[in-house]
């Protein structure tokens, strides 16, 4: 059965730390694989991952794929109140022609003033 | 301009009763789909539908009907609602059916009583 596991399931940091959120899976004919940040409402888009060791980045956000390790990591630097929100890994297995995204349980990240 | 909009964003309602949440995309996707996200968080795929037709039907139950009336709008209707079916639900959007990222709507809470 497809499935992704995040770990920690819950973090708590003070303002300006460096957090590591990971990201495992298992899954048929990986494709892809996405991070969300969800903070009230809906998950926003984050990163999209297919490659083995290219990291994306955007501001103090930035993500790397290990195929060969079927894991991700997502790194925070310089931690803000503003990143405390629920950081969900989905992947991409692919069924024939289609796919649907598989969720991880997420990472509940609290950031302390 | 909101790109996903789901409506209602709140729905209270007593057991027995039929619901439909709507939702309407403006990205031009092709593929939109239904998520529930559980009193835990974990999303979970519902339905997947590209350009009107049903792709992916996930384990559930029978109650629950989708329907497309055009690539825009996908609606969920739901029968004889039962205290288990009270979460929030999210509608999501991708341009195509495999790897796309897909974009989510801001989500209808519904409580069942």
């Known amino acids: 059965e497809d499935k992704v596991v995040q770990s920690p399931l819950s973090l708590v940091v003070h303002e300006g730390d460096t957090v590591t959120l990971n990201c495992s899976y298992e899954?048929?004919?990986?494709?892809?694989l996405l991070w969300y940040k969800q903070e009230k409402k809906a998950p926003t888009f984050l990163f999209m991952l297919t490659s083995s060791g290219i990291e994306k980045k955007s501001g103090r956000l930035s993500s790397i794929l290990d195929k060969k390790e079927l894991s991700s990591i997502l790194n925070i630097t310089a931690t803000q109140t503003g990143d405390s929100a629920i950081y969900l890994c989905a992947v991409y297995p692919m069924r024939g022609s289609q796919g649907n995204l598989i969720f991880g349980k997420g990472t509940k990240l609290s950031v302390k003033p | 301009d909101t790109a996903v909009s789901q409506t209602p964003k709140y729905l209270v309602t007593q057991m027995g009763n039929d619901k439909s949440i709507k939702c309407e995309q403006n990205l031009g996707h092709d593929t939109m789909y239904w998520y529930k996200q559980d009193s835990k968080k974990f999303l979970k795929i519902m339905f997947s539908y590209n350009n009107k037709e049903l792709i992916i039907n996930e384990t559930v139950p029978n109650r629950f009907s989708p329907k497309s009336p055009d690539k825009a709008h996908l609606n969920l209707h739901i029968n004889s609602l039962e205290l288990g079916d009270s979460a929030v639900y999210f509608c999501a959007s991708s341009q195509s059916s495999s790897t796309d990222t897909q974009y989510f709507g801001p989500g209808t809470r519904l409580t069942v009583l």
């Open positions: 899954v048929t004919n990986f494709r892809s």
